[in-house]
């Protein structure tokens, strides 16, 4: 065995168990906030909550640093450059842990009466949201946590990017605006809703980003009109 494949191994070993930290940080953040509020470990929901979540990351994130890791390296590393996107990315994540807060505390106080079928509905939905970020995952390797163009990056035009724009986008939708129900709160519920538009402002901004240093993208956007969901916007 030569030096070169003496080291991949433990190059893969060493980016499944950053995986494996990334997804243990994500778990003890959300899970904070949610069993805090609470006040118990007893929140059956929270735990339904925090399997459908982290288990997929985990094995996307595993799956990357297997098959991928420039890739990897782009879902766990990439920072954003411009100030405005990032006060974006910051209203997003305050807003998804302030509906956690209320979450909880719904659970304490008992103020929503959420229909048991109606959280197992959604959490089926918040799994088929991961589901459908995987095969985004895949199909476009360009994909990044940050707004930036990449060295030889070319126009993603197949699979779920010849039905709209920004699926990557769409599928984070899924995943988080019927959480609260997952989580059985009504009042959480009325809180994410507020996420696409925020969403659609950060879209919007990469879009012009996107038009002026990506050739051919603006024909992209003509071949294909609608940014997230289809025949709406």
Not at 202 to 218: A, D, F, P
């Amino acid at each position: 065995m030569d030096e070169a494949q003496s080291k991949r191994p433990r190059s893969v070993f060493f980016r499944v168990v950053v995986a494996f930290l990334l997804c243990g940080l994500a778990l003890v953040l959300l899970g904070l906030p949610l069993f805090l509020s609470a006040g118990s470990l007893r929140f059956t929901e929270a735990w339904l909550f925090l399997g459908a979540i982290d288990i997929p990351w985990f094995l996307i994130l595993t799956y990357l640093a297997v098959k991928d890791p420039a890739l990897f390296a782009n879902r766990t590393t990439a920072r954003e450059e411009d100030r405005s996107q990032m006060l974006l990315k910051l209203l997003l994540t305050g807003l998804l842990l302030i509906a956690l807060v209320i979450c909880g505390l719904d659970f304490r106080y008992h103020w929503s009466n959420v229909p048991r079928m109606v959280v197992l509905v959604s959490t089926v939905v918040l799994i088929l949201g991961n589901i459908m970020l995987f095969v985004v995952v895949k199909q476009n390797r360009y994909g990044s946590r940050a707004i930036a163009i990449q060295e030889d990056q070319q126009v993603v035009d197949a699979g779920l990017y010849s039905v709209v724009r920004h699926p990557m986008y769409l599928a984070f939708a899924i995943i988080f605006c019927p959480s609260p129900l997952v989580l059985g709160s009504f009042y959480a519920l009325l809180l994410t809703l507020f996420m696409p538009i925020l969403i659609a402002l950060r879209i919007s901004s990469e879009e012009q980003l996107l038009q002026k240093r990506l050739e051919g993208y603006s024909s992209y956007m003509r071949k294909v009109r609608f940014r997230l969901i289809p025949h709406i916007w």
